[in-house]
Structure formats: structure tokens, C-alpha cells
């Protein structure tokens, strides 16, 4: 029989099932990974028109997060400054700089900058940040440290299973509503979760589990 | 054990109680028809998509998405922020402005909702002082018509036999052309052609422009008009005087052919103040009562305490009467005896009791001297009118119900205007608005008679029938793109403010005007700015603009209304009118009637309104032809013919419904008056007056949309203007054609049951917990038996159901093994919230602006005719309308119908995949994403109230129908065919620039649900959720979550003008919902189901006169229910009756379990 199948192909089937056994699992792996509300976009950073840093501004030069996104405890939506917030301070600061040559043109032309959108729920979603910054969740539960990010990324799934975990629990996120744009602050879990439940009790916190909350 | 549901009541004896025709006749088909969830057909494709043809391009499709995974990647999208953003904008904030929609004799105040710019739902300004928030279905629905995509998107000039676009700047330059030649020759020549309305700085700039150009004409065409009301009262009064009507104060009203609730002028003021007068708490409290005599069946007929059914030509001799009556009750002034004797009405008013009829209204009405009200319709002519207000005057309504404010002198007529087309003397004729190639009364000739003018420049929202005619067609611009002015009935003033720029750069009225009249300010801001400082302004110029800012904010200026003129009856009125001969079989007397959908004519292409079911005949998408039984009988015209007919042709009933045809066809016939003719389908309106037929205008659009196109037929074809509203000596001829007509009518129907509870109140007065004595929860027992339920302030012992209840347990006899289960049940339920809603059917008239208002809210799509007839529509909330007694004389009753929010919803229980489930609020919430389509939710409903996706609705073409005839065994069969989704294979609405302008009336917070989805009432959930998310950003660190009342309502509530629906929150004590549901009255319909519906009615109560000769001692639906052998509601009984013999076993088992 050797003389028809070289001796290399012994090992074959051995070779053969463990390739298989490590695809199977990889796939597995795969599949466990981005078909589960694990993933849904987390990682995603697309290259923004202009390369806008959160951690100058918000870390470095400890910007509050509502100088620039003053409606998020307005609306539902938490909105991406006009250009004219911008040249607030950038009619003065780096007024030369090529990186900011966009929003320059915005400015005088009024034409919008095309932002890349990285957080979305879907469209039958109808998240509400003004009623979450007010009570108590600050941006870092959905956010991830975007105030460390020098590109903005998907840090956390956003996905159903996300949402509904925090709304069974949220004593493990609630804080004082001073705290809420202090994206630094790190509590211990049992503290956390003793202030938490105080909080919840007295401002009658009730995280809505049903479908009504977010689907209309 | 297996646990027994409770038995339904059995079928009355007898077919008294019914909804429709088809009912009565009890035929085979109907029978079918009720007891099917979905009609027969309606779950099959019968499409010109074959299977084969479908799983080609299915797998062509399959095969190209296999291609790069394109459907794996999330799209990207942008956001684009402003370059510079404006003050105070906050994206995804709605934004509220005040504004108007201008009517013929008022305005509608109205809060519209600004989602980013875009107008997306109008509702009523509640801080008016008249309307108080009132609205009606046309100011529901105009927000369609700005996002219509056939509306006029471009200006044109004829030229040679095609249209050239023109630019705004050459419209101006050919307005200013106008200007020229009217300065030169002083008006001579031009002529303007106006429909009416009441702004201020319209009639300024008018008074200015006459003054200018003397020999200049201005007419004014409403085909429908309610001038006749002004013309009434200034000859009656001698001096220009306009009626204005407090419905509040009054405690008998005399309706003669007055439409005062439906298609007269101003109907949502009246509906608010009839709605007031029948709003009672106690049996003890005063209520009003409505004598109607009319020819048609109205919105006002079917909520008539008393109804005389007389031709509309006989109702002047029938007013006649009733002034000779009161002024020989009243013994009033002789001017009153002398215009009454020498009244040229007939004093004979009838047949067998009518005569008695009136007279004992007029005792009624002079007993309530000072609180009583006569009213006269828009059809009757103007020495009707003078009568009506003569009466009021005898009667010392003046001051109490009736008002006279003051009015402007009348503008010319079509007919002058016509005069002067012929002899050639109208070089340039501009008509602004209206569509009088169309609807001017046919004698006239209108289309031959404009092309005698040199110049015919149109304003026109679409190019339709009178565009065909013009030399220059220009684009007008919605009212909520428009600058203007308008005085509500009252004459309080009101704004009407553009929420967003002309999306076709369109013109208004007040600009047309004065660019031709060449004055300074061509703007029309600046026009209603000018004319509110002159006008209404009389305040230093430094508050000017605060005032203005204010007036702007409010919606209205507050105290503007007119002051009442003091009036006396004139002496010696020569009064002419010859009455026409009493139709009679050979001779019938055809009645144009404004129609409750589409009005004129004008929201032809209103997709919302044409699916609105007329509230009366429930029909959708077309007009009838309707007459009374008795005369379709003497015509041969029965409706049970047609039926056997069908049988007869070998159609077998499954095999008609599959080739696109409903089960009721009707004859076409053929009207021809004065050597005129028009084709339409016969229907048999129970309550019209016999040899009287009755056909709404506004349908048979030539040139129109693509929603309105074809639907109905031209009435206006044989309307002349001797007789514009009733013409007599008419013929109706069978063409031998059959005819599908489309109506929500069958659908659903709940047979003989006492969905609508009624009583007289008298009745009430005896019995005060009647409506809750009736039916099997008078005394039942419980099948399962059981359970003490702590409601609001008491505890009752409520049966259990044979659902489980989502919050409540069955107590420990039956639950006592589940501990844990029902602490977690506890913790469900909140004790912040719990929605519910009341809904008053002793308020609520049916005029259907609900049904509008939910559709616009929550982006309900329209389907068309062709869907309505397979029983497809989709509209969440419906109005079901019940007949009960004789097909001559029944009694009407309007019930609004959707998603009840049952508590044991059987519904939830069904769901395989629990798409539909309850929240901790009491709502029954749909998660669509979740839905797979089983219909599973839809069958277990016993209210019907679930709506089912079988196409994707919002996608479709919006195209009408093509009307095509089909051979049928002997019969000719007209019908239509809608253009179906087709799937792949069809048109993408979503790919097309059309859907730009669709999508932007759509409700941003609310989904739009797509193909194989279930929907219904969401309680308005949207609205809800904001107001609680609200109400939390407000609480910020506090616990004060709860939404205070008033905060907000849903959008059927907020609509109604007479306030015959309340929502709120039943644990708030103070709450409006929470002490109605506390009401005598209050009931729940099909209680026995144990349901336990949010949603709970109100008994009706009917205010009989017992003198009358029509006097009844039971509201007709009670009598049926007696009759049945169900036991009286008006006894205190226990168990007694036939429906009830299985129940009271039950209830001594559920007796016995409980012992234990």
C-alpha cells in the first residue's frame, strides 16, 4: 500500500481530525462571539472627517461632556456640536490648523460635517439619554471611557441583552446626579451597590422591563 | 377540572338589533360573513403574481443577496449637525405651534407638532376660547394633504396646446401685468373668483383693491354654502347680521335639516356645546333634548332624542307649522303673528302623527323659553332662515342661544360672475382656490362661459378640472406653509402661521391679492401684521410687537370676539317660496348633501379621508345613492334581491370573494333629473325619508390625484343652481349592472348583544346601576368562582376569569400553592401608573375625528377599496354604529371600538411567541419585532380590535383603482382593482422621490409596522413613555415620577370635540378617568367574558318628551334586550333569566367551592 499513498498520509486522518476539531471550535467560537448580543459592533471605530479627540478635550482639558453635547439631558437624542460650538474656542486656539480646516468650512458655509454615526440602536429602538443622564446613569455605562478614547469606538454591545441586564439591575449603575459626567469615578461594587439601592428606593426608580419601554 | 366559559346569550328573537341590511335579511352569505374572524378570501393572494412567477424572482432575489453579505453589514450612516445651529433648537424635541386652518365660516384653532421642521400631527388649541381644543376630520387630515405627492409642485403658462413651468419672478411679473391694466382702465375687465373664509386681512385687502379699481368684480363660490345662514338672519333683521349659536345653554333643540353635529359650518364648536348639555352625572342633572326633522340620515339625525323623517321640500311647511304654534303659545309680538301668517310655507306638515309631532315640539320648546334653539340647515332656503330666527327671537333665545355678531355684506355670486363671463366683459379672471370648472352648478356652464376671458389665471393647490381652463396655473401653498388670518365663529381673531417653508414655493391668497393690486406690502406676513395693527392693534407701537409675539404664542387674541349687535325683527317681511310638489315614487326628490369625508370635493385626494367609513352608511371610498327601504321596495331595489340574485347566477359565494368582489353587490341604477343623468350604486340607508335620495357631492373627480381617482361618481353633473341642494321630479332606472361598494360596516359584528347600553332618563331615574344590570354580569356568579379585587377606595368581589390575570392572584383558596409566583406578580404591577380610559356614549355623536386623529398619530397606512372589501382595513380605532328598531324609523348608536387593554386579555394568552404582552402600567403592548403572524391574537379577541399587515401597506403604490367590468353569469359586474403590493415585483415607495415627501408626515416615535405584522391601539404609547420620561428628567433626584393629570392624553381623546373620551391614570384619585370609571353609568362591554377592559363605556341615556307621539318608554336597543327574554335591567333580579339558567348552576357550584 505504500507504494500508492506516500507515508506522510498516515498521519492523515489524525491531521485531519484536529484541523477539524480546531475549526469546529474556532467557528464555534465565532459564531458564539459575533452572533451573540456579545458583539453587535463592539470595536467599531470608522475614521471620522475630522480627527476630533476625546481625550484633549474631555481628560486632558476636563471639558464638561454637556459643553458640546448640551442636549443630552433635553432630548432623546444626545446631539453632535454644531460647528459653531467648535469655533467658540477654536476662533482663537489652533485658528490656523490644517486639522481643523473642515470645521472651518462648515462654520462659514453652514454645510453640515459628516460625522460617521458609531452608537445606534435599531430603528425600532427609541432610547431616551435625558431621562438616563438625569436619573442618575452616567455616560460611561453605555460609552465605555470615552473620555480616554482618541478615536471614538463601539465599547460596549448596546445590544437588547444589554440594556434589559442594567434595567433588571440598576443599583449597579445609579449615582449621584453629580457624578454622572464624571467618567473617571470608580466605586467599589459593594458600595456601589449599597448607594445604588438607596437611590433607587428614594427617587422611585422603576427600570422599566417591559416592551413599552423602548419599543412604540 | 375543566373549567366551563361562560355561555353566550342566545340570539334574540327576532332580528331587531342589527347593523346592517344583511343582518336583517339574515341571508346565508351574512351569516358566513359574521362568523369568520377574517371574511372568506381575505388570508389569499389574489394577486396577478403567480407562485411560479414568485418563486423565480424569490430565488433570484436569494441569490443576489448571497453576493458580498451585504445584508451582514450595518449601513453606515451620518450625522450632520448644523454648521451654525439655531437658538433653542433641540433635535428630537417636537416643537408646538399655534395656527389655524381657515374654514368657510371660521377656523379651526390648532397646536401643530414640529418633529425638526417638519409638521407631523395637528390637534385642537385647547386655550381658545370657543373651540376649547375641538377639532373636526378635515383639520385632522390636512396635515395629509401637505405631504399629498399630486399636489401642485410647480407654476405654469399655457402655451399653445402644452404648459410651460414658470419661474416665481414671471408669475410676479404676469400678477403685476394684471395690476397695470386695472390701473389703467380702473378695474375694468377683471374679475376675482374667491371661495369664502373670514381673514380680516383677506377682506381688507379686498375693501382696498375694490377702492382702487372700482369697476373691478369680486365673487365669491362656495358650492356647499353657509352664507345662507347670514342671508337668514340679515333679511329677518334688516341689517348684515351673521347667527352664532351657544349649543351649551340650550335645552331643546329643534333641528330642521340642520346638520348642526356633521356638515354644517363650524360642526366641532356645536358638537362641543351639544356634548356639554348631554354630559351627566346623576340621574337628577338636567339634560337636553334634540327634536331633528330631516330628509337624510345625519350625524345629527342619529343622536336625535326625537326624529321626524319628512323630504327636505316639505321641512319649510313643517317649520311653518312650528311658528304658528309658538306664536299662538307665546302670545308674542305681532310683527312675529304677521311674518307667521303670512308665511309661504304650507301649514299641513304631513302624514299620520307628524303634525302632533311638531306641535308638541313647539309646546316643548316654549316650555323651555329662553333655553331653546331652533335650527335651520344650509339647504333650506333663505325664507327658512328668516323663520328659524323669528321663532328664536319669540322664543327669547336671543342672548341666550343665539347671538348675532356682526357680518359683512355679501360679495357677488357665481351667477353675476357668469353674466359677465357671456356678455363678454371679463378680460382677466382670476380664481383663487375652489375648482368651479368642477363643481359650479351645471346650468352655468362655467368651463364655456371662462374661456370668454382673455386671461385666466388660477391659484389652484392641484392642477385639477379648473387648471384644464387656466392660462396661468399657480401653485398655492398649504396652510401650514402660509402667513394669514382668520376670525373663528365667534370672531375671536386667529393667526395662521406657516410651520414650514412652501416645499413647492407656493403662493397664498393674500399675496395673489395684493401683487394685482399693486399695493406696498406683498408679503403676507407683513399683510397680517399691517391689517392686525390696524385692526386689532390701538396699543403704542412699543408693545405692538409683544402683542403680535403673544398673539402668535397663544393662537388666538384674547377678547377679540365679536360683540353681539342687538337685533329686532323687521315688520312686513314679503316672503316668497313656492314649495315643489311632495315627491312621490315617479317623482323623487334627489338631496345634495356635503359630504362627512371629503367635503366638497376638496379632499378628494385625502387618502385618510376617503378610508374614513362615512359615519353615517360606513361606507369607504365612494358615494352612494341612497334611498329609503320602503322606496327601494316600490322600485324594485331590495337589497335581499340581490342577494338571491347572486345564488340564482350560480355564484357560489367562496368563488365570488375570490375574484375580487365583496359579498353585498348593489344595482347600479341611473338618477335623471330636470333631462340631466348620473350613474352610481343604489344603497338602502335605513331612516331616509321615503321617495327621497340622497347623494353626497365631491366624488367623480375627472382630473385629480392618484388616490382620488375614480372613486364615486359626479353629483354635481345634475346639480343646477334653481336647486342646489334638494331638486325634485328625479327617476331612478337599474342599468342592470352590479356594483361592489366597500364598508366596515359587516365586519365583526357583535349580534343582538348589549354592547351599547341605553336607557331613557326616566328609565335611569328608576334604575341607576342599570348598565351594569344587564347582561349575564347582572348576576353572575363566576364560573371559576370568585376573588376579592381592592380597587380604588372599594372592594368588590369579581369573578374570576377564564384567563389569568396578569397582576391580580385568585386569592389563597385557589393560589395557595403559587407563593412566590404572586409576590412576583405584586412587584409587576406599578403603583405609580395604571392607564386607563372612559368613554362617554352619551356624548360621543360619531363624527369619526378620532378615527383620524389615531391614524395621523401612529402612522396607520391606508389600503385602499379593494382591501377595505376583503375586510383589510387597518385603522386601530373604529366607530361602530347600530341601528335598532325599524328599518323606517330606527334609533342610532355610535360606539368608538379599538384595543380595550383587558386586564385577562385573551389575546396575550394565544400568542405562541408573546409578541403581545402586558406591561406593568395595564397596557397590552405589541412588540412587533417579536410578531411572526400567526393571527392566533386577532381570533381570540372578542372585541376585534387587532389589525393585520397582509401587505406591506406603506410601501405601496397609493394608486387608486381601475375600474373594470366583468361578465357574471347574466349580471355585468363593475369592479375595481387596486394595484396590490406586489413584493419584489412591484414599486418600492422607499426608492422613489415620492416617498420623501410621504415619509415626512410620518410620526417619528412611532414604528412603522411592515407585511405579516399584528397591530392595534397602543393606548398611544409614545405619548406615555414622553410624558413619563418627562416628568423623571424633571423629578431628577426626587421620587416625584408620578405624570400629573392633564400633563397629557391620547390622540383620539385630545381630538374629540365632545370630549366623550378620557384618559388618564386611575390610581391618581383626582384623575377625570378615575371618577368617571366611579360613574352610574360606567360599564364594560362584554363584562361577563371577565376581560376586565381599561377601557369602559358610559351607558347612553335618551331624553324622550313623553308627550310626544313618538314617545318610547325604552331606548329601542332596551327594548330589544327585554324582548329577547334577557331579564329587565330595570328590576333588581337574581338569575331569572333564559341566558342565565346554565349560569345560576354554576354560580350555586362556585357557591359551594367557595365554602370550602
Excluded at chain 1, 432630548?75 to 470645521?103: D, G, Q, R, Y
Excluded at chain 1, 458655509?109 to 458609531?118: A, R
Excluded at chain 2, 328659524?388 to 357680518?407: D, E, K, Q, R
Aim: aromatic share 8%.
Amino acid at each position: 500500500m505504500s507504494d500508492i499513498f506516500p507515508k506522510w498520509t498516515n498521519s492523515l486522518p489524525l491531521k485531519v481530525g484536529i484541523g477539524a476539531a480546531l475549526l469546529g471550535t474556532f467557528a464555534l467560537g465565532a459564531v458564539g462571539y459575533y452572533f451573540t448580543p456579545k458583539y453587535t459592533r463592539v470595536g467599531y471605530k470608522p475614521t471620522q472627517p475630522v480627527a476630533f479627540s476625546h481625550d484633549i478635550h474631555a481628560n486632558q482639558l476636563q471639558i464638561d461632556c454637556r459643553y458640546c453635547h448640551n442636549n443630552v439631558d433635553k432630548s432623546w437624542f444626545s446631539n453632535v456640536p454644531a460647528a459653531n460650538t467648535c469655533m467658540n474656542c477654536h476662533s482663537i486656539v489652533l485658528k490656523e490648523s490644517p486639522k481643523l480646516e473642515l470645521v472651518r468650512q462648515s462654520y462659514t458655509t453652514s454645510k453640515p460635517i459628516e460625522w460617521v454615526q458609531i452608537h445606534k440602536v435599531p430603528d425600532y429602538v427609541y432610547f431616551n439619554h435625558s431621562v438616563h443622564v438625569s436619573r442618575g446613569i452616567s455616560c460611561v455605562e453605555c460609552h465605555g471611557q470615552i473620555n480616554h478614547m482618541d478615536e471614538v469606538y463601539h465599547a460596549k454591545p448596546l445590544s437588547m441583552s444589554f440594556c434589559v441586564d442594567c434595567h433588571r439591575n440598576p443599583e449597579l449603575a445609579l449615582r449621584d446626579p453629580k457624578d454622572v459626567y464624571n467618567l473617571d469615578l470608580k466605586v467599589d461594587a459593594e458600595k456601589q451597590l449599597k448607594s445604588g439601592l438607596k437611590l433607587a428606593h428614594d427617587w422611585k426608580v422603576n427600570a422599566s422591563q417591559n416592551c413599552s419601554a423602548c419599543h412604540r | 377540572m375543566k373549567t366551563i366559559p361562560p355561555q353566550c346569550p342566545e340570539p334574540e328573537v327576532g332580528p331587531k338589533y342589527w347593523r346592517s341590511l344583511d343582518q336583517v335579511a339574515e341571508t346565508p352569505e351574512f351569516r358566513e360573513w359574521a362568523e369568520k374572524e377574517f371574511p372568506a378570501g381575505a388570508s389569499e393572494l389574489t394577486d396577478p403574481v403567480t407562485r411560479r412567477n414568485f418563486v423565480k424572482l424569490m430565488s433570484a432575489s436569494f441569490l443576489l443577496a448571497g453576493f458580498g453579505l451585504s445584508g451582514c453589514r450595518r449601513p453606515v450612516e451620518k450625522i450632520v449637525p448644523f454648521g451654525r445651529q439655531p437658538e433653542n433648537y433641540i433635535h428630537g424635541k417636537p416643537v408646538y405651534y399655534a395656527t389655524a386652518m381657515p374654514t368657510k365660516g371660521g377656523a379651526v384653532p390648532l397646536l401643530v407638532r414640529s418633529h425638526d421642521g417638519r409638521p407631523t400631527k395637528a390637534e385642537g388649541n385647547s386655550g381658545h376660547p370657543d373651540s376649547n381644543g375641538s377639532t373636526d376630520v378635515y383639520a385632522q387630515a390636512a396635515l395629509l394633504n401637505l405631504y399629498d405627492p399630486d399636489r401642485s409642485m410647480r407654476s405654469w403658462k399655457r402655451e399653445g396646446s402644452g404648459m410651460s413651468a414658470v419661474t416665481a419672478g414671471a408669475v410676479t411679473d404676469a400678477l403685476a401685468g394684471i395690476s397695470r391694466e386695472a390701473a389703467a382702465n380702473g378695474g375694468a375687465g377683471l374679475a376675482l373668483l374667491l371661495e369664502r373664509n373670514t381673514s380680516p386681512s383677506r377682506a381688507r385687502l379686498l375693501a382696498e383693491l375694490t377702492k382702487k379699481f372700482p369697476s373691478a368684480g369680486v365673487y365669491v363660490y362656495e358650492p356647499v354654502d353657509p352664507y345662507v345662514h347670514v342671508a337668514g338672519a340679515t333679511a329677518a333683521f334688516g341689517k348684515p347680521v351673521a347667527p352664532y349659536f351657544t349649543l351649551s345653554s340650550a335645552k331643546a333643540i329643534a333641528a330642521f335639516d340642520a346638520d348642526f353635529l356633521g356638515a354644517e359650518e363650524n360642526a366641532h364648536v356645536n358638537i362641543r356645546g351639544f356634548a356639554k348639555g348631554r354630559k351627566v352625572d346623576k340621574s337628577s342633572d338636567v339634560m337636553n333634548r334634540l327634536y331633528v326633522v330631516e330628509g337624510a340620515m345625519t350625524v345629527t339625525g342619529t343622536n336625535a332624542d326625537h326624529r321626524l323623517r319628512l323630504a327636505p321640500s316639505r321641512i319649510i311647511g313643517a317649520l311653518a307649522r312650528l311658528g304658528s304654534e309658538v306664536a299662538k303659545l307665546t302670545g308674542s309680538s305681532d310683527i312675529f303673528s304677521s311674518l307667521v301668517s303670512s308665511f309661504p310655507g304650507s301649514n299641513k306638515v304631513g302624514e299620520g302623527t307628524a303634525e302632533s309631532w311638531v306641535t308638541t315640539c313647539a309646546a316643548d320648546l316654549v316650555a323651555n323659553k329662553g333655553m331653546s334653539l331652533v335650527l335651520v340647515g344650509y339647504q333650506q332656503p333663505v325664507v327658512a332662515h328668516v323663520m328659524a330666527n323669528a321663532i328664536n327671537v319669540a322664543l327669547g333665545n336671543v342672548g341666550s342661544t343665539v347671538a348675532y355678531l356682526p357680518a359683512l355684506p355679501a360679495e357677488g355670486s357665481i351667477g353675476d360672475l357668469i353674466g359677465k363671463l357671456t356678455a363678454g366683459s371679463v378680460s382677466s379672471l382670476v380664481i383663487l382656490g375652489g375648482n368651479p370648472a368642477y363643481n359650479a352648478p351645471v346650468d352655468l356652464d362655467f368651463a364655456t362661459a371662462a374661456k370668454k376671458a382673455k386671461n385666466i389665471v388660477r391659484l389652484g393647490y392641484h392642477e385639477d378640472e379648473t387648471s384644464a381652463l387656466a392660462t396661468w396655473h399657480l401653485n398655492q401653498a398649504h396652510f401650514l406653509e402660509s402667513w394669514g388670518d382668520a376670525r373663528t365663529s365667534d370672531g375671536t381673531l386667529v393667526p395662521v402661521q406657516p410651520l414650514i417653508e412652501p416645499l413647492f414655493n407656493g403662493l397664498t391668497e393674500l399675496e395673489v391679492i395684493a401683487r394685482i393690486g399693486g399695493f406696498s406690502s406683498v408679503r403676507a406676513y407683513d399683510v397680517v401684521r399691517e391689517t392686525f395693527s390696524q385692526q386689532f392693534g390701538g396699543i403704542a407701537q412699543l408693545d405692538a410687537d409683544e402683542v403680535w409675539k403673544q398673539f402668535l404664542h397663544d393662537g388666538y387674541l384674547p377678547k377679540s370676539a365679536a360683540k353681539p349687535v342687538v337685533v329686532s325683527l323687521v315688520s312686513g317681511l314679503a316672503l316668497a317660496h313656492t314649495a315643489p310638489a311632495a315627491p312621490s315614487k315617479d317623482k323623487l326628490e334627489v338631496v345634495f348633501a356635503r359630504d362627512y369625508s371629503l367635503d366638497d370635493g376638496r379632499y378628494n385626494n385625502n387618502g385618510w379621508l376617503q378610508e374614513m367609513p362615512d359615519p353615517v352608511s360606513k361606507i369607504v371610498w365612494e358615494n352612494v345613492i341612497a334611498v329609503s327601504a320602503t322606496t327601494a321596495k316600490e322600485l324594485g331595489l331590495e337589497i335581499t334581491k340581490l342577494s338571491s340574485q347572486r345564488i340564482r347566477n350560480g355564484d357560489s359565494l367562496g368563488k365570488a370573494l375570490k375574484s375580487n368582489e365583496s359579498l353585498v353587490g348593489n344595482d347600479e341604477v341611473t338618477i335623471k333629473v330636470n333631462g340631466r343623468e348620473v350613474t352610481g350604486p343604489v344603497w338602502i340607508q335605513p331612516g331616509l325619508a321615503d321617495n327621497v335620495v340622497v347623494v353626497a357631492l365631491g366624488y367623480g373627480r375627472e382630473v385629480t390625484g392618484r388616490v382620488g381617482r375614480k372613486s364615486g361618481f359626479n353629483a354635481y353633473k345634475i346639480r343646477t343652481s334653481s336647486s342646489p341642494y334638494f331638486a325634485s321630479g328625479a327617476t331612478l332606472t337599474p342599468t342592470g349592472k352590479m356594483l361592489n361598494l366597500a364598508t366596515t360596516q359587516e365586519h365583526g359584528s357583535m349580534e343582538g348583544r348589549p354592547i351599547v347600553r341605553e336607557a331613557t332618563l326616566e328609565n335611569w331615574k328608576k334604575k341607576a346601576d342599570f348598565a351594569t344590570n344587564m347582561d349575564l354580569e347582572a348576576h353572575f356568579p363566576g364560573v371559576v368562582g370568585t376573588y376579592e379585587v381592592k380597587t380604588i377606595g372599594r372592594v368588590e368581589n369579581r369573578p374570576k376569569g377564564i384567563y389569568e390575570h396578569p397582576y391580580e392572584t385568585y386569592g389563597t383558596n385557589v393560589n395557595s400553592g403559587l407563593g412566590p409566583r404572586a409576590d412576583r406578580r405584586q412587584i409587576l404591577k406599578s403603583e405609580v401608573h395604571q392607564w386607563g380610559m372612559v368613554i362617554d356614549l352619551n356624548s360621543c355623536v360619531g363624527c369619526s375625528a378620532c378615527v383620524v386623529a389615531c391614524q395621523s398619530e401612529n402612522n396607520v397606512p391606508i389600503v385602499g377599496k379593494d382591501q377595505v372589501l376583503k375586510g383589510r382595513e387597518m385603522h386601530w380605532l373604529r366607530i361602530d354604529r347600530y341601528y335598532a328598531g325599524s328599518v323606517e324609523d330606527p334609533q342610532v348608536a355610535s360606539q368608538p371600538m379599538m384595543c380595550l387593554h383587558c386586564e385577562n386579555a385573551p389575546c396575550e394568552s394565544v400568542c405562541p411567541v408573546n409578541a403581545t404582552v402586558h406591561d406593568e402600567e395595564g397596557l397590552n403592548v405589541m412588540a412587533y419585532n417579536r410578531c411572526i403572524g400567526t393571527r392566533y391574537c386577532s381570533n381570540n379577541c372578542p372585541y376585534k380590535a387587532r389589525r393585520f399587515n397582509f401587505f406591506d401597506y406603506n410601501k405601496r403604490e397609493n394608486d387608486y383603482a381601475e375600474v373594470k367590468t366583468t361578465k357574471r353569469g347574466s349580471t355585468s359586474w363593475v369592479t375595481t382593482d387596486a394595484g396590490l403590493y406586489k413584493g419584489i415585483a412591484g414599486v418600492d415607495k422607499n426608492s422613489s422621490a415620492e416617498w420623501e415627501i410621504i415619509k415626512l408626515g410620518k410620526n417619528p416615535n412611532v414604528s412603522v409596522r411592515m407585511r405579516g405584522v399584528m397591530e392595534k391601539c397602543t393606548f398611544c404609547v409614545q405619548r406615555i413613555e414622553e410624558a413619563k420620561i418627562n416628568q423623571k428628567v424633571k423629578a431628577g433626584a426626587s421620587s416625584n415620577v408620578q405624570v400629573p393629570e392633564g400633563t397629557f392624553t391620547t390622540a383620539c381623546a385630545q381630538a374629540c370635540p365632545a370630549e366623550a373620551v378620557e384618559f388618564g391614570n386611575l390610581l391618581d384619585p383626582n384623575s377625570r378617568v378615575a371618577k368617571l370609571r366611579a360613574s352610574q353609568r360606567n360599564y364594560e362591554v362584554l363584562g361577563f367574558l371577565e376581560t376586565r377592559p381599561r377601557v369602559t363605556y358610559l351607558a347612553r341615556i335618551r331624553n324622550p318628551n313623553p308627550k310626544m307621539p313618538d314617545a318610547y318608554e325604552l331606548a329601542f336597543t332596551m327594548k330589544e334586550y327585554t324582548d329577547a327574554g334577557k331579564g329587565n335591567p330595570l328590576e333588581s333580579h337574581h338569575g331569572a333569566h333564559g341566558a342565565a339558567e346554565h349560569g345560576s348552576e354554576a354560580h350555586g357550584a362556585a357557591e359551594k367551592k367557595g365554602a370550602h
